[in-house]
């Protein structure tokens, strides 16, 4: 069958399943706009191009699969940039199609273009130039391949003009579908290892059976391999505790027992000081990322460690392991979970752990996650407001944060439950990451109630993709905690630089959040007094027919507390102030 590039490009993606892809059409990729009239898939149309790529991240954080975001040549490749970093920190699925000038005219500077191969290389698990129109359907099939497998991640695929315009010879093309076997032979060296060494998996099940205080810490990894019921069994069989990263918050329930939440800079007391104390770190699908060890020399100084994990770059590269094992997360832990029965039924018992765990209680009781109480006259407490919409939430509510205090918070006050309900930005920190993801979170599951929690300062990077959850019909919900600040810079420079507040303040009244909502086609609601908290998102929930968008007025004087200090080893972990002040009594 003849095609010429576009729809050949436009075909494959048929072929590899896709159901939405986020966009903005321009000159290069123009040519593959107009077959994509004629295909089922539906396209959502962006604002902004970074909009694009954080809503392909929030749909494949939600529903497993790859988000795409399509998109044309120079500027609008460099304005993907951040989500594809973004992408490539958090090992998010995602395949970037951008458009590039003719072939001829590559290296002469032509209008809008970019080496966006080169700009990406460092960002992307891979990248392709496409060099022919025969060569489209293999180059999306092997993005697809790659993205997916293995350690997940951004590929971009950058498709010179000349090979999709159906009036330029050099597109058309005879349309075929490679194989699984013409994938592996295109790529030869590319072969993720997923079944963990037998050898490696009894050595840590002995070493598991043989600790007195160890701590399972839990990575995204676990979501990705989407390993939460191995991880839970696992748990509930040796009696260990879980900590769940910022990224991993959902993989195993905070209401279990042995949850202890989130673990460093500003983690939960107890999470933070299991890991510091522990014998043994049980590390599954994580990267010991410098959130979590704060001064690496001083974290967990008395702890073995096992480190499972599918990208062996990551073995050794902050911690060096003493059993480190190469696989898939759930194939791994079942296997683990397999040789601990047997070892069980051949008579190893692990050590009396009760102390351990009466350690670890004494912690959670002394140090909770906590907050002053409300003084009248004073603005909202924005730890209310998060245990209010978690209050309020429908079950199976997805919540996505954008990157600052209230992201913390969110990881603090909100219980996670089940997995694929939590959606923000770990390694990068994307300001403006949670309007777009939340819009594709919500595409991706249209079933699933979706709120934003966002700052002022990250709402007004990325507000105008509000106008596309309007004109596409994608009805979440928004919540501003806005304090007028940049909240944790505020924090810090309060903390750490003798209260000199340097171009840190954005302001309380302008912009007008009600007016700039509405303007955009939102609900849009404000909130200054603690009893119109609850009213407020009781309305936002009946509402399912557009975004809405609630704004509440927060204190600015409200820090997230514990805080482990930048530089500093877990043990100087900070608590709030009046916990200072019992500990003192």
Known sequence: MKLDGGQALIKSLEAEGVDVVFGLPGGAILPVYDPLLDSPIRHILVRHEQGAGHMAEGYAQVTGRPGVAMVTSGPGGTNIVTPLLDAYMDSVPMVCITGQVARPSIGTDAFQEADITGITQAITKHNFLVQSAQDIPMAIREAFHIATTGRPGPVLVDVPKDLVDANNPAS????????????????????????????KIREAAELILAAERPVIYAGGGILKAHAAAELRTLAELCD???????????????????????????????????????????????RFDDRVTGKVAGFAPGAKVIHVDVDPAELGKVRQPDVP???????????????????????????????????????QERYPIAYEPHVAG????????????????????ILVSGVGQHQMWCSQYWGFEEPYTWVNSGGAGTMGFAIPAAVGAKVGR?????????????????????????TEHIPIKVAILNNGYLGMVRQWQEMFYDERYSEVYLSLDVPDYVKWAEAMGCVALRVESPEEIA??????NEIDDRPVV????????????????????????????FQRSEEAR
Request: proline fraction near 9%; hydrophobic fraction near 40%; include cysteine.
């Open 172 to 199: 058309a093309m005879e349309w075929y579908w490679p194989t699984d076997a013409d994938v592996a032979a295109e790529l030869p060296g590319y072969k993720p290892t997923t079944k963990g060494h037998p050898l």
């Open 240 to 286: 260990i505790h879980v900590v769940t990263t910022l990224t991993a918050r959902g993989a195993f329930p905070d209401s279990h027992p042995l949850a202890l939440g989130m673990p460093g800079m500003h983690g939960t007391y107890a999470a933070v000081m299991s890991m510091q104390k522990s014998d043994l770190l049980i590390t599954l699908g994580s």
């Open 325 to 363: 094992i190469v696989g898939d997360c759930r194939q791994v832990i079942a296997e683990l979970t397999h040789v601990i029965r047997e070892l069980g039924d051949q008579g190893t018992t692990a050590p009396d752990r009760s102390p351990w765990k009466s350690t670890i209680s004494g912690w």
């Open 378 to 397: 004073d603005a909202l407490k924005p730890q209310a407001v998060v245990e209010s919409l978690h209050a309020a939430a429908p079950d199976g509510t």
């Open 446 to 470: 249209p079933d699933r109630t979706v709120w934003a929690v966002d700052g002022d300062g990250c709402f007004q990077m990325t507000a105008q993709e509000l106008v596309t959850a309007s």
């Open 535 to 540: 009213p407020a998102i009781d309305k936002a």
């Open 550 to 577: 609630v704004e509440f007025r927060t204190d600015d004087r409200e820090k997230v507390f514990p805080m482990v200090p930048g530089g500093k080893a877990n043990d100087e972990i900070v608590v709030p102030p």
